[in-house]
């Protein structure tokens, strides 16, 4: 167990629609990254907050956005949603922006299907 | 773009075996290069890391080789167990955000009993 929670698990969804993903990091850990694993792909990073600040950007959708609330929690929101939006979505987290280590520790992912 | 290209795909490799995962890297920035493993249904999970001051790191049965002038690096798992079987990526960052990684597209690993 990592530590870092990711509800929900499984999300079915119909195109044009706008979902919510959440993310609980390791207790004390103050970044968060959102990562999406299309099938039989890598994980493309799309976004990082630290201590509630967005830090990094990667390659991440105008129709996507993200935040980090006071309590470290993060939410991935993706709206109008498009079929080629089914993956797996992570979160990670790490203890600081992952200079020392870099060192990630991931959810178990939240699988978005759109239909 | 900045990428890190990953191979083979897929590995079957029988008990007892030699498992080679290869990966190559285009940005010369990259100064952090962990692996992970991943179980189906289950996260990512660091399995060892590597910076380019050093030419091999070893863990256990799993040993990274870099070679910073290819810029290559690999991952080599001695006397493969089936428990092994799982998906691996290798990934690349600079360690000023380490976090911020650009991931292989993983190899999805089976060995025979």
């Known amino acids: 167990d990592s530590g870092v929670t990711q509800t929900p698990k499984h999300l079915i969804t119909a195109t044009g629609q706008r979902v919510t993903l959440r993310c609980s990091p390791r207790?004390?850990?103050?970044?968060v990254y959102w990562y999406q694993q299309s099938l039989d792909q890598g994980l493309q990073f799309l976004i990082q907050?630290?201590?509630?600040?967005?830090?990094a950007k990667g390659n991440i959708l105008e129709r996507f956005s993200a935040q980090q609330f006071p309590d470290l929690h993060s939410e991935l929101n993706l709206s109008s949603l498009e079929l080629g939006d089914s993956a797996l979505y992570f979160c990670?987290?790490?203890?600081?922006?992952?200079?020392?280590?870099?060192?990630?520790?991931f959810g178990e992912g939240s699988r978005l299907t759109v239909l | 773009q900045q990428q890190v290209k990953q191979s083979p795909q897929s590995l079957i490799v029988q008990k007892g075996g030699i498992s080679i995962i290869n990966c190559a890297y285009e940005n010369t920035a990259f100064d952090y290069f962990p692996w992970y493993q991943q179980f189906p249904g289950k996260g990512p999970a660091l399995l060892i890391a590597?910076?380019?001051?050093?030419s091999e790191k070893k863990e256990g049965r799993f040993t990274i080789s870099f070679n910073k002038s290819a810029k290559q690096f690999s991952l080599h798992i001695m006397d493969s167990q089936p428990g092994d079987s799982a998906t691996y990526f290798c990934?690349?960052?600079?360690?000023?955000?380490?976090?911020?990684?650009?991931f292989g597209d993983g190899t999805t690993l089976t060995v025979k009993p």
């Open positions: 990934a690349a960052s600079i360690s000023t955000n380490a976090g911020k990684s650009t």
């Open positions: 990670a987290s790490s203890a600081q922006q992952g200079i020392i280590t870099g060192e990630l520790f």
């Open positions: 907050y630290y201590n509630g600040e967005e830090r």
């Open positions: 590597i910076r380019p001051d050093v």
């Open positions: 207790s004390g850990d103050l970044s």
